[in-house]
């Protein structure tokens, strides 16, 4: 399958892009390169590979968990907006029947 001048054209007009003759006969032999390799990788023998989504194997990494003090909670609260009874007071963030009444 090739991509003609025209497609680019037509898809850089979808696009509301502006872009040369130049840059279309650029933009077109670069498009058909991508299209002839992909083609070359779809002539491949893959039937013994199974499939994947990741090319390296996934490893989650955990540290350990440990115990350490915390902040004391003046601190924590010295520079919110808004606090009451040692918590962040918040707007609302859903409405209820009450409140749009």
């Given at each position: 399958?090739?991509?003609?001048?025209?497609?680019?054209?037509?898809?850089?007009?979808?696009?509301?892009?502006?872009?040369?003759?130049?840059?279309?006969?650029?933009?077109?032999?670069?498009?058909?390169?991508?299209?002839?390799?992909?083609?070359?990788?779809?002539?491949?023998d893959t039937s013994g590979i199974q499939p994947t989504a990741h090319v390296l194997p996934l490893k989650n990494?955990?540290?350990?968990?440990?115990?350490?003090?915390?902040?004391?909670?003046?601190?924590?609260?010295?520079?919110?907006?808004?606090?009451?009874?040692?918590?962040?007071?918040?707007?609302?963030?859903?409405?209820?029947?009450?409140?749009?009444?």
């Amino acid at each position: 399958m090739k991509i003609t001048v025209e497609e680019v054209a037509h898809v850089a007009q979808l696009a509301r892009l502006e872009i040369t003759e130049e840059e279309m006969r650029l933009y077109t032999d670069q498009l058909n390169a991508i299209l002839e390799y992909a083609a070359r990788l779809d002539s491949l023998d893959t039937s013994g590979i199974q499939p994947t989504a990741h090319v390296l194997p996934l490893k989650n990494v955990f540290r350990e968990d440990i115990k350490k003090t915390c902040l004391p909670l003046d601190e924590v609260l010295a520079n919110a907006p808004r606090a009451e009874g040692g918590m962040f007071r918040v707007p609302p963030v859903l409405e209820t029947e009450e409140a749009s009444q």
